[in-house]
């Protein structure tokens, strides 16, 4: 499937499966996850940071898809505003630094349970959210606590590909790939 299995506890084929199968909404942190965590401030105060396109594509794909793509950032930043706007993305919680709460606040609002909701965190803030999900994933270069308490760790680090994986995994197990490509297929 592209990802590596649980690291913290063993999920069995089947269990993995059927955690993706109910997967309805896609909720990412930005740094780390969406970006490598590097954070450029130029002399003027303005923030930068990279984001890598293959990512974007596949958040573009998995929204074509029915799945709704959902931002939640502790930080607060018009990069991410830019970046969510160009994908698409339509809910974007910034400036959360309880989590916990704005995903409760997200579930109420949309009517899903957390076992519908796959996240993907990398840092020990994520925690809370990861351990409430029906489908919790970080990245391989994620900090120790969080590769040992998630479902699923990607191949790639953060920002360089991960959520691809991650996008291209619940699309193919959900039986949603083929009619995707159907349009880049000759």
């Known amino acids: 499937m592209g990802l590596e299995g649980k690291t913290g506890a063993d999920l069995h084929g089947a269990e993995l499966i059927e955690k993706i199968r109910k997967v309805k909404v896609l909720i990412l942190d930005v740094d780390g996850v969406l970006t490598d965590g590097r954070i450029i401030i130029s002399d003027d105060g303005q923030e930068t940071k990279s984001f890598n396109v293959r990512d974007g594509h596949g958040l573009k794909l998995i929204q074509r898809a029915g799945i709704e793509v959902i931002l939640l950032t502790g930080r607060k930043s018009k990069v991410v505003e830019h970046r969510a706007r160009e994908l698409g993305i339509?809910?974007?919680?910034?400036?959360?630094?309880?989590?916990?709460?704005?995903?409760?606040?997200?579930?109420?609002?949309?009517?899903?349970?957390?076992?519908?909701?796959?996240?993907?965190?990398?840092?020990?803030?994520?925690?809370p959210v990861l351990s409430r999900v029906g489908?919790?994933?970080t990245v391989s270069d994620a900090h120790d606590e969080v590769l040992r308490a998630v479902d699923l760790v990607t191949k790639?680090?953060?920002?360089?590909?991960?959520?691809?994986?991650?996008?291209?995994?619940?699309?193919?197990?959900?039986?949603?790939?083929?009619?995707?490509?159907?349009?880049?297929?000759?």
């Open 156 to 186: 790639n680090p953060g920002g360089r590909g991960a959520i691809r994986e991650v996008c291209e995994m619940i699309l193919k197990t959900q039986g949603k790939w083929e009619d995707l490509m159907g349009r880049y297929r000759a």
């Open 135 to 137: 489908l919790s994933i």
């Open 90 to 127: 339509k809910k974007v919680y910034q400036g959360a630094l309880d989590k916990l709460s704005v995903f409760n606040e997200i579930l109420a609002a949309e009517g899903l349970v957390p076992g519908q909701v796959a996240y993907a965190g990398d840092d020990i803030v994520d925690l």
